[in-house]
């Protein structure tokens, strides 16, 4: 396979993973578990594959969220649930949260079951080597119902190429800020508004991060990319794609174009049940 079909294909799968970071039921179910409400599930749901690691360690592999702000959930997290509860409970809400907006016939359909069987062939193909969260991902243990085996195996592939992402952004010089201005300022993910809410950083951070960015000429004195700038972020997509290619080659184009068929049914019927907020604030969250 091509890597920008493969990218393209990891794209349009995502929001069937991404939405359990908007669901109501994740926060439901996870605070259930003994979390406290806010953020924390956020933070210790994604990190509990990796056990019940320190604040710097969810920093450092989420990467562009500030640390003061993963600090006030992790390690207290680990305080109120174990991990091995967490991802248990994370599988319940991803199930309460499926039926809800697809329905129980589709969550027993024979074509979730084929998709949910091709995307494992292609999780387990994942090389880990590098790759914290895919690796500790695909330590989990494989549900058995197939609606739950398609939502992990994404996981594992989103995590995967998200790895990858991370690898090429310290490669180009981008702290977690800067990547996240530099990836507001492409006009393709968040808001800055947003992105500065929901990672936590103040208005003077960011500020900063956008200063440093026109020093190096990565950005003009309006705050947008430059020819400089823009081909740094077309080069790190472009990259990213082929790091995350391997699994999806081990499928094959046919297989793969299947696995997209029968993925973006599903996906535009999570659309249409309304699974991301309206205000246009959805992008991949890597």
């Known amino acids: 396979m091509d890597p920008c079909d493969s990218g393209r294909l990891a794209r349009g799968l995502e929001p069937l993973h991404a939405m359990t970071y908007f669901a109501p039921e994740t926060e439901e179910h996870l605070t259930a578990a003994g979390l406290k409400p806010g953020r924390m599930s956020y933070f210790a749901g994604r990190s509990a ?3 019940a690691v320190g604040a710097p360690v969810v920093a450092a592999t989420f990467y562009n969220f500030n640390p003061d702000l993963v600090a006030r959930h992790i390690p207290a997290a680990w305080t109120l649930v174990d991990p091995a509860t967490l991802v248990a409970a994370r599988f319940v809400a991803v199930d309460a949260t499926l039926r809800r907006m697809l329905g129980d016939d589709v969550v027993a359909s024979p074509e979730v079951a084929e998709a949910a069987g091709l995307a494992r062939r292609a999780a387990e ?12 991902h695909a330590e989990v243990k494989w ?5 739950l085996v398609l939502w992990h195996a994404l996981s594992i592939l989103r995590e995967h190429r998200g790895d990858g992402h991370v690898a090429l952004l310290l490669g180009a010089g981008l702290s977690g800020l800067e990547a996240l201005v530099t990836a507001t300022a492409t006009g393709r993910a968040f808001l800055p508004e947003f992105a500065m809410a929901s990672r936590g950083w103040s208005r003077e951070q960011w500020d900063g991060a956008v200063a440093a960015l026109r020093d190096r000429g990565v950005l003009d004195a309006d705050g947008a990319l430059t020819v400089e700038g823009a081909g740094l972020r077309k080069q790190i997509e472009h990259d990213t794609d082929r790091l995350g290619a391997d699994p999806w080659a081990h499928l094959g184009a046919e297989a793969a174009a299947r696995l997209g068929e029968l993925g973006g049914t599903l996906v535009r019927a999570l659309l249409t049940a309304a699974c991301f907020p309206s205000s246009g604030v959805f992008a991949v969250t890597r």
């Open 125 to 136: 193909a994942c090389a880990c080597e590098g790759r914290p969260l895919a690796a500790a």
């Open 143 to 147: 549900p058995d119902a197939p609606h």
């Open 49 to 51: 594959p990796m056990g």
